[in-house]
Nanobody, 126 residues
Framework: VQLQASGGGLVQAGGSLRLSCVAS????????IGWFRQAPGEEREGVSC????????YYADSVKGRFTISRDNAKNTVYLQMNSLKPEDMAVYYC????????????????????WGQGTLVTVSS
């Protein structure tokens, strides 16, 4: 089970990035996928999660209205579209997979997720 996160980079405040999380070795169809982020000196926090069907999503209050999570099970990929980026969004972003549960609860705790990608760095300049 492997997850590969990509799409990070340097962007000016107000700009956009789209992160991708591609799975290999398993299909994402039956998994809840979460995006988490960790800034230096901070704990890892849940940003957004999506149910296996894609019908349910969760967003942290800090990103609501700016970030959109989506999934394409045919491509075994989950995306995080990040718009109106702020300096406080700067962090390493990780995607993670879990077998199920209520996403609004699961997304609150990284240890609810058993499989993790390696992270992609998002830098936002002010």
């Amino acid at each position: 089970v492997q997850l590969q996160a990509s799409g990070g980079g340097l962007v000016q405040a107000g700009g956009s990035l789209r992160l991708s999380c591609v799975a290999s070795g398993f299909t994402l169809d039956y998994y809840v996928i979460g995006w988490f982020r960790q800034a230096p000196g901070e704990e890892r926090e849940g940003v957004s999660c999506i149910s296996s069907s894609g019908l349910s999503t969760y967003y942290a209050d800090s990103v609501k209205g700016r970030f959109t999570i989506s999934r394409d099970n045919a491509k075994n990929t989950v995306y995080l579209q990040m718009n109106s980026l702020k300096p406080e969004d700067m962090a390493v972003y990780y995607c993670a997979a879990a077998r199920g549960g209520k996403i609004s609860i699961m997304c609150l705790r990284p240890d609810n997720f058993g499989s993790w990608g390696q992270g992609t760095l998002v830098t936002v300049s002010s």
